[in-house]
């Protein structure tokens, strides 16, 4: 097969069509990808709060029994439980306002019109 007639599939309208139709997929699949992504990320923030929470609580747990640090223990152990449950409202919150699910279909409805002649 010769370069021209190579060039000339390549730029015929169907391919052109193809070429049109592949590269419109592509961009919606990088947008799904994009708000998944936003999604998961927006869902994992607070982990790490959530995580320090049960460092802190079994930090103070840990000192209060162990190292008969009883004041210093109730101080950690309390610090850890707020920060756990700061971590699960920050996940409702964040997830609240975070985009919408993929594949979610909009339906837009069109009221008919009324006319002075109905009844």
């Not at 004041?71 to 610090?79: V, W």
Request: aromatic share 8%; proline share 4%.
């Amino acid at each position: 097969m010769s370069a021209s007639s190579l060039l000339d599939r390549i730029l015929s309208p169907g391919t052109s069509h193809w070429i049109d139709r592949v590269c419109r997929e592509r961009d919606e699949a990088r947008v799904a990808f994009d708000t998944l992504q936003f999604r998961v990320r927006t869902a994992a923030a607070p982990l790490y709060t959530a995580k320090s929470g049960v460092v802190f609580t079994t930090l103070g747990f840990a000192l209060g029994t162990y190292a008969d640090e009883l004041i210093l223990g109730l101080i950690f152990f309390i610090a850890g439980i707020a920060l756990m449950v700061s971590a699960v409202g920050r996940t409702n919150a964040r997830m609240q306002h975070a985009a919408p699910a993929i594949g979610t279909i909009e339906v837009q409805t069109q009221e008919p019109a009324i006319s002075a002649n109905d009844p």
